[in-house]
C-alpha cells in the first residue's frame, strides 16, 4: 500500500510539472523552442556572438572581450559585415570577425571560441553598452557588454605563478600587442593562388623571479593563424597554421626570448582578408583558454588580387 501510494505521489508530481512547464515552454519565442535539449545540425545551425569579460584599464578606460559559438557540426560560416552582422555604437563596428569555424575543445569551454577581438571604450563611456548582433540561418541574436557585472570583471595582470599575455610585434622596433585588442600591421598586397609570407615576432613575458622553482623553467609559447574576416566562402591555406607550446617543447624549442613566427599564406578568392595571430601560454601551470588566460592577438589585413 505505501509503495503504491508513493508511486502514485511521483505520478502526480510529474504531471504538475508538465502542467507548469507547457505554458512556460509556449512563452519562449519561437526560436529558442527548437534548442532546449536540441542535437547540433551539420548546416543551418545557429552562430551567435558571446561576451567574455571586460577589464578596466588604469586611465579607466574599459577594455570589452567577445568572443563567439557556432553550433554547426561541419558548416563553416561567413557572415559579412552589415546589418547581420554589427557592433553598436558604431564606432567599435568593424573588429569582430565574418569567418567562423566549427569548434569542438575539450572542457568548459566546447564549441566556443574566446576572446577573438576586444574593443576599448574611452574614460566618458565606460558605463555604456556595446552590442554585437548576428543574424545567421534565421536565427538572429545580440549580446551586450558591460561593466555592471563584477561577475565578469577580468584582470589583467600576472596570474597565480607569473604568466602574463605574451608579446607579439610585426616589426622589432614597433608597437607592441599583449592583450586581445591586439595591433594590426600594415596592410599587405597578395594575388590569387600565390603564397605571401606572414612574419612576426613573440615572447613570453611572464613575472616569475618570486617562484624559485620555475626559475628555470621555459614555457614554450602557442602560435595560431587564423582567418579573421575574408569573402563569403573563401578559405587561406596557411603552410604553418598551429604550433601548440607542447610541440615547441618536444621539439626542444624554447621561447624565452623574442623568437621568429612566420608562416606562408596562399589566398584562392580575391578580396579583402584580415588574419588573425594568437600567441598563448597554455603550457603554463597557471594560463588555460578556460580561464581566459593567457594569450594575445595581432590582425594582418591583407587586400588580395585576381
Known sequence: ??????????????????LIAAPLYAQLPAHLRDYPLASRK?????????????????????TMIFGFVNRNREEIVDIPLGPNNRIEPAMF???????FPVYSRRGFVGLQERGTFAVTLPPEMADQE????????GHNYSVPGRVSSTAYEM?????????????????????????????????????????????????D??????????????FPLGTEWIMHQ????????FSVEKITGRERAEAGEGMSDWTTVQTEATFWEPGDYVVRLRVDNFEAPDSKFDNQCCWSNAYVPVTVTP
Open 1 to 18: 500500500m505505501i509503495k503504491m501510494k508513493q508511486t502514485a505521489t511521483r505520478v502526480l508530481a510529474v504531471a504538475l510539472m508538465g
Open 42 to 62: 551539420a548546416s543551418g545551425d545557429l552562430v551567435g556572438p558571446m561576451f567574455n569579460g571586460w577589464i578596466k584599464n588604469p586611465d579607466d578606460s574599459v
Open 93 to 99: 563596428d568593424g573588429a569582430q570577425p565574418t569567418h
Open 130 to 137: 556595446v552590442v554585437w548582433t548576428l543574424n545567421h540561418a
Open 155 to 203: 584582470s589583467a595582470g600576472s596570474q597565480a605563478l607569473g604568466s602574463l599575455n605574451p608579446a607579439i610585434r610585426f616589426n622589432m622596433n614597433g608597437e607592441e600587442s599583449d592583450d586581445r585588442e591586439g595591433i594590426y600591421a600594415d596592410k599587405v598586397m597578395a594575388s590569387v593562388g600565390k603564397p605571401i609570407t606572414l612574419t612576426a615576432y613573440a615572447q
Open 205 to 218: 613575458r611572464g613575472e616569475r623571479d618570486e617562484y624559485p622553482e620555475l626559475e628555470q623553467t621555459i
Open 230 to 237: 575574408g569573402p563569403v566562402g573563401s578559405a587561406i591555406d
